[in-house]
Nanobody
Framework: QVQLVESGGGLVQPGGSLRLSCAAS????????MGWYRQAPGKQRELVAA???????YYGDAVKGRFTISRDNAKNTVYLQMNSLKPEDTAVYHC???????????WGRGTQVTVSS
């Protein structure tokens, strides 16, 4: 059974940093694309960043230049380094792992990130 468990969320002041981690267990292929999504109250879930098995990355416009996604295939873990955080970054952040074809997708339960003074 595949499980994705996020950690590292919390309360941070504007301009601060957080590092999220997502540990995967079970039969997850290292070919899977790993991604971070977020959902704020009253808003749709949006893709924040994604990283392919070869290291290619994608970032949403709202986080470019501030967030960095990385993965450690040996540890089955993906990270999201978030710098220069803004109040509008407040959301529940979910980890996702999907097959290259998109036919199989797994989700973590999420971790709350709150940016507030």
């Amino acid at each position: 059974q595949v499980q994705l468990v996020e950690s590292g969320g919390g309360l941070v002041q504007p301009g601060g940093s957080l590092r999220l981690s997502c540990a995967a267990s079970g039969s997850i292929s290292s070919d899977n694309v790993m991604g971070w999504y977020r959902q704020a109250p009253g808003k749709q879930r949006e893709l924040v960043a994604a990283i392919a098995s070869g290291g290619n990355t994608y970032y949403g416009d709202a986080v470019k230049g501030r967030f960095t996604i990385s993965r450690d295939n040996a540890k089955n873990t993906v990270y999201l380094q978030m710098n220069s955080l803004k109040p509008e970054d407040t959301a529940v952040y979910h980890c996702n792992s999907r097959s290259p074809s998109g036919s199989v997708s797994y989700w973590g339960r999420g971790t709350q990130v709150t940016v507030s003074s």
